[in-house]
Nanobody
């Protein structure tokens, strides 16, 4: 079983920064794509950013220019650097992974694309 653990969430003032981490353990996948999603109270889970095994990435419009997704394949860790945070970024942030073929450049933006999820980490941005 693939296990994902997010960390790095917390309370930050508007304009501040946080870096979320997603560590994979257990039955690690040989090659995988990763995505970050978030869910605010009373809202559906939404896509934030995704990165392929080879490093290609894509962002939701709300994240472009402020968030950066990255990964360290050797350490099986993914990151989401969030800058210029806004109160509307407040949500529980989840990382997710799915298996891909060797050196795939495909990125996945739908939550249905991912079979493995972390438990989430709370991000709260105060105004």
């Amino acid at each position: 079983q693939v296990q994902l653990v997010e960390s790095g969430g917390g309370l930050v003032q508007a304009g501040g920064s946080l870096r979320l981490s997603c560590a994979a353990s257990g039955r690690t996948l040989s090659y995988y794509a990763m995505g970050w999603f978030r869910q605010a109270p009373g809202k559906e889970r939404e896509f934030v950013a995704a990165i392929s095994w080879s490093g290609d990435n894509t962002y939701a419009d709300s994240a472009k220019g402020r968030f950066t997704i990255s990964r360290d394949n050797a350490k099986n860790i993914g990151y989401l650097q969030m800058n210029s945070l806004k109160p509307e970024d407040t949500a529980v942030y989840y990382c997710a992974v799915r298996s891909v073929t060797y050196y795939s450049g495909s990125v996945y933006t739908r939550h249905d694309d991912y079979p493995y999820w972390g438990q989430g980490t709370q991000v709260t941005v105060s105004s």
